[in-house]
């Protein structure tokens, strides 16, 4: 029987787990559902609905206050990351969520005034994406912890999947990297500089997250897009991503990285390439796209007022490679952790 | 700009905020959905899929270990336990839960063995029921929490909501209560005593609750059922809620009190309506069913294995009374924590 050699909740390891480690030690202790439309390994699951082609789509991202809120964030603003990080998965998937579900962990500490940000801020989250809070449940915590489950409905056949990318497609995101990155480097009072004006615009980046839930809608809607990851893990870590689920490669030649962190990198010393791939939170799609239907894309993105990059060519040989004006080497597989220290 | 207005996340409150105060603090702050099927206030959300009357149920529940694992409780047991308290709200609308996803606090200090026993116990526990875990997230906490959310499709007509319970209806429950608070009251080593076998069937019934997923299932398709809820704060507790829910009240002539929770009281000078009535965790159904289809729907639950006891009626004045023996009294709305000193 089972429970009886089961270790007692105090059982101390020798190191902690590595988010990695734990989720595949889950799954292979889980039995896998027979024919679901999308399990584990892609950034939402979804589960048929019936005969006409209608999954249901489902998502749950925890925040903990710990390791996801940086210092100088509200109450407010923390709830409403909680919902943007999990609508930026909907969003790289092509799915608008409907509703959503919210397990809150509480500290005995926490105030009523406290309770009512956190409320505020999970509904200004999901209402900027035109979807709802309807239900959840509490407990008590010893540290503050926002677990945001998302539903929706979409067409199976327009998620827009980790897995479909083909030598030849257009590499291609949805906006600038680096912002956040720069943003979370400058709060640690590490040493980094900036001026006022550049502080404002890093930290804003961090504080007020926005998921490209528009630009996805419009993406799966295009039937352009062959493969399609949020980058909240970091440009690397998602082109990684693409390549072992599509078994291709990547060479990336116009690196993404937004002004205001290329003037941080100056400012400070850091390389600039670091900060456009080795960063996260950036909450950006990275997608793949058929070349013949490139310009539908675009088109489909410009139209509800996003911009879709093109940074590079997907390959066949499965390495992921930086092409610095002919010079190729390897972009390795870390992400954000490779700034700690 | 209410990012400002938010207090920060180490501000004190004066007391902490009790479950109830925070649902309703939280429920004033969301922005309701419209024409939502089933919003806030029953065991589930449901959200309309379609013309065909199909819903998206949904349902999360969130284990804390501090306060929802008692002693002696192995984490395959806790984990197993945070499906079935999930598993028994749908059961209590009548409804199959197809999928769950996880949300996982871990600490740091947990090795990969009490790891893969938590995977193994959510897996069993679904399985179960015929769900399938298919896929969740994890974060650091200072404490283990398991957040189960579980989805899945049922015909809105047939889902058995808390407010439809009429006067004249039949209460009735799918099985005894007292089992559990007696367990939970020997585990907290206040004194109280129980025999060796005793103590074993108490224990058990704590560390391996049931879900009455096929009774529900049954007593759904009868249509006999007007009102239903899951117990698991307790039968006063439910009782009140129905009461207020339906505008009814309830007259409980026959204490559904099992034997071994009876034996428990005897021992220990406890009075054996107080177990019956604010206890908690008996994740049974507590019902109400129109009289003249009593007998379809006591045979339903007999035909997947189970047992309907009819335990008193419906009323029109809204009082929650025990009549016992003709002497009626208040049935106060109170839960388990009457027993805590």
Not at 149 to 176: C, S
Not at 278 to 290: H, M
Request: charged share 25%; aromatic share 4%.
């Amino acid at each position: 029987m089972p429970s009886e050699k089961s270790p007692s909740p105090n059982e101390l390891a020798a190191k902690p787990l590595g988010e990695h480690e734990i989720i595949n030690l889950m799954r292979r202790h889980l039995t896998p559902m027979p024919n679901i439309a999308v399990g584990f390994g892609d950034d939402v699951t979804a589960v048929d609905l019936g005969a006409d082609g209608k999954v249901a789509v489902l998502k749950t991202d925890m925040l903990v206050a710990k390791t996801d809120v940086p210092d100088g964030m509200t109450l407010w603003q923390a709830a409403r990351k909680a919902v943007i990080m999990n609508v930026s998965d909907f969003a790289a998937k092509g799915a608008q969520p409907q509703v959503a579900l919210v397990s809150l962990g509480l500290p005995r500490s926490l105030s009523p005034e406290g309770l009512a940000a956190i409320a505020d801020g999970l509904d200004a989250g999901a209402r900027e994406y035109n979807c709802f809070v309807v239900g959840g449940d509490t407990g008590e915590a010893c540290d503050l912890i926002i677990a945001v489950e998302l539903f929706g409905v979409a067409q199976k056949g327009k998620l827009m999947l980790r897995g479909g990318a083909q030598p030849g497609d257009v590499l291609a995101v949805t906006g600038l990297f680096g912002l956040q990155t720069a943003g979370l480097l400058l709060r640690q009072n590490r040493g980094f500089v900036a001026s006022i004006e550049l502080s404002r615009e890093l930290l804003d980046s961090v504080y007020m997250p926005h998921a490209r839930l528009a630009e996805g809608l419009a993406l799966s809607g295009s039937g352009a897009v062959s493969a399609s990851i949020d980058s909240s893990d970091g440009l690397a870590w998602c082109l990684h991503e693409l390549s072992e689920q599509g078994r291709v490669g990547f060479e990336v030649s116009d690196l993404p990285l937004a002004a205001e962190a290329e003037e941080f990198a100056h400012l400070n010393g850091l390389e600039t390439t670091d900060l456009a791939l080795y960063g996260g939170e950036e909450y950006e799609l990275v997608l793949t796209v058929k070349p013949d239907l490139w310009r539908k894309a675009a088109a489909a993105v410009n139209a509800v007022g996003g911009k879709l990059i093109p940074i590079g060519k997907t390959t066949a040989d499965k390495h992921v490679l930086l092409d610095e004006g002919g010079k190729k080497r390897e972009i390795v597989a870390r992400g954000y952790e490779h700034f700690k220290d």
